[in-house]
């Protein structure tokens, strides 16, 4: 059982590129979010989606897109990098939201740097 | 806007001592979750313990105990015996009951160091 995975685990990108962080989980959870940690922060929620084909945004969505087509997967997508968005990314997931929510499932990150 | 504050950027033990990690937060909700998360150096974010507010009682994992004091609204985290393999990043999270897809609120975390 992998639980939450994340590709790649490091990445540099030069400022306006493109890229796709990818994040898979095989725990058929409904819910999946991304965050994002930088430097003397705690985690801060970027979007989220309860189900396949629903996404919302988070705290901080801006410059980031994301989609649902799969259960398993959710993919965040940095349309045109900033070096603002240099930071250390995290996938999670649950198996439901609500009372009886289980444990969220982080995946172990990915680095990256927008020079 | 839920607000978690964690006042201690740092603090240093000694090994099999006890230490305590401060915690406080702000909400208007009456039904919420509140957790420790440990993470190490390889960055994996670990849950180390989960507090349903409704529950008077605190939690308790092995050496990992919580003192929750809802009208306070403080949400201490107790290691005893502290060891080596202790030393990490510890952040506070809260979490809301009943459409909690607003994900988890964290604060900036306190770096905990185990001194041998």
């Known amino acids: 059982n992998a639980g939450v995975t994340q590709t790649p685990k490091f990445q540099v990108l030069k400022t306006g590129q493109s890229m796709t962080l990818q994040c898979a989980q095989d725990?058929?959870?409904?819910?999946m979010s991304w965050y994002r940690q930088d430097p003397g922060m705690g985690l801060r929620l970027i979007h989220y989606?309860?189900?396949?084909?629903?996404?919302d945004q988070g705290e901080v969505p801006n410059g980031y897109n994301v989609s649902r087509s799969t259960t398993e997967d959710f993919p965040l997508r940095l349309l045109s990098a900033a070096p603002s968005q240099t930071s250390v990314y995290f996938c999670?997931?649950?198996?439901?939201?609500?009372?009886?929510?289980?444990?969220?499932?982080f995946g172990s990150g990915t680095q990256l740097s927008v020079l | 806007a839920q607000t978690v504050t964690q006042s201690q950027p740092e603090m240093s033990v000694q090994e099999a001592e006890t230490v305590t990690l401060s915690c406080t937060y702000d909400?208007?909700?009456?039904?919420?979750?509140l957790f420790w998360y440990k993470q190490p150096p390889s960055r994996q974010m670990i849950l180390v313990i989960r507090?349903?507010?409704?529950?008077?009682q605190n939690a308790t994992e092995n050496r990992f105990s919580v003192n929750f004091q809802k009208a306070a609204k403080s949400f201490s985290l107790k290691i005893s015996d502290s060891q080596l393999g202790d030393a990490a990043m510890y952040f506070c999270?809260?979490?809301?009951?009943?459409?909690?897809?607003?994900?988890?609120?964290f604060g900036k975390g306190t770096h905990l160091i185990i001194q041998p």
């Open positions: 999670a997931s649950s198996y439901r939201v609500g009372r009886h929510n289980e444990k969220l499932f």
């Open positions: 725990m058929n959870h409904e819910y």
């Open positions: 989606s309860v189900g396949a084909g629903i996404t």
């Open positions: 909400t208007s909700e009456s039904d919420y979750y």
């Open positions: 507090q349903e507010a409704y529950k008077q």
């Open positions: 999270a809260y979490r809301r009951v009943g459409g909690g897809a607003d994900g988890l609120t």
